[in-house]
Structure formats: structure tokens, C-alpha cells
């Protein structure tokens, strides 16, 4: 599955993408992400309307903002690049208004909000338990989009989640099979 769909969301896409990143820094086109594609090794993009009544295809997550904000690398905006062209895009309902903390590349902590979940398969990574890591897309309270694995986010429910995360906790190597 090349493509699929995503929750609607309304955004900015910042300009320097409709110019090939000759012209444009620091102005914005209102847009609505309504999709995501994926190609392996490019970092996540997604399908848009502009509000202008143009679809643009393969916009990268780190043109995509809630607000104006500084830009931040895509190795920072993304911890991975997509896995293969199988996917599913889900919004998680439990996660649904969760924020959280993501740990950047950078060694940076940024606080956003859940948007939606990217998970992988039918490809080498997804299927080996230490390597499978799914893209939880967050809108950062800067305003710039990410894309962040389990490992690299803590979620906050002051209701019943007290953040004091494991660091002596491992990515489990075994493949659980009730048959073999």
C-alpha cells in the first residue's frame, strides 16, 4: 500500500516546498493533510489541499507545521526513515488528546500531542521484534510536526500515568509463536 489515509488535519505547509526551497522561507499556505505515502529510506511525506484547491503528493513531515516555527532538521523531525511501501495509518483511540514528551536526535526534550500512528510491514525491520518501530506522528507545541518511535516518547495522563520511565528496560529479541 503506497498510500492511504489519515485523520484529517488542518496545517501549514511551509512555502519553501512549492518553490523547491529557493524562495519562500518563513511564509506559510494553509493546507488540510487528508493522506500518507510511503517510500523506503525517505523520511515520511504526505498528500495535502492547499487552500488554494491545489493536491500536492510526497510532502515531507518537516514542511508540515500547526503554526509558524522554527525549522527543525528532518533527521530531527523523524527518527527513521519509512521501512518499505506497506503500511497502515491508524488513529489510536486511547491515544487520542494524550500528550507527551519526545526525546529528539538532538538530545532535546518537546512536548506535543498525539495525532496518529504509522506502523509498518512486510518488510525485514517490521517483522524483527529488536528492529520494529512504528511512527507515532505528533504535533509538537512549537508547531512542527514529527514522526517518533515508542522508545522515544513518554505520554502523560496526570490521571493515572506518574512519567518515570525505565531506562534499564530492552527492546525484546525473542519471536513469540504459539506453534513453534
Not at 507545521?65 to 527543525?72: A, D, F, H, I
Request: glycine content about 6%.
Amino acid at each position: 500500500m503506497l498510500i492511504a489515509d489519515t485523520p484529517y488535519q488542518q496545517v501549514l505547509i511551509r512555502n519553501e516546498f512549492f518553490y523547491n526551497e529557493q524562495q519562500g522561507h518563513g511564509e506559510y499556505t494553509k493546507a488540510v493533510v487528508f493522506g500518507c505515502r510511503a517510500e523506503p529510506a525517505r523520511a515520511p511525506m504526505f498528500q495535502v489541499m492547499t487552500e488554494h484547491g491545489a493536491q500536492w503528493a510526497r510532502v515531507p513531515i518537516h514542511m508540515i507545521v500547526t503554526k509558524p516555527c522554527e525549522t527543525l532538521p528532518v533527521s530531527v523531525v523523524s527518527w527513521w526513515d519509512n521501512y518499505g511501501y506497506s503500511f497502515a495509518v491508524l488513529e489510536f483511540v486511547f491515544l487520542r488528546g494524550f500528550s507527551c514528551t519526545a526525546l529528539g536526535r538532538d538530545k532535546i526534550i518537546r512536548k506535543g500531542n498525539y495525532l496518529f500512528t504509522i506502523d509498518w510491514m512486510i518488510d525485514g525491520y517490521s517483522e524483527t521484534p529488536d528492529q520494529h518501530k512504528c511512527h507515532h506522528v505528533i504535533a509538537l507545541e512549537t508547531g512542527q510536526w514529527i514522526a517518533y518511535p515508542n522508545n522515544r516518547l513518554v505520554w502523560n495522563d496526570e490521571s493515572w500515568i506518574k512519567p518515570n520511565p525505565q531506562k534499564e528496560w530492552r527492546c525484546p529479541t525473542k519471536v513469540y509463536s504459539a506453534e513453534s
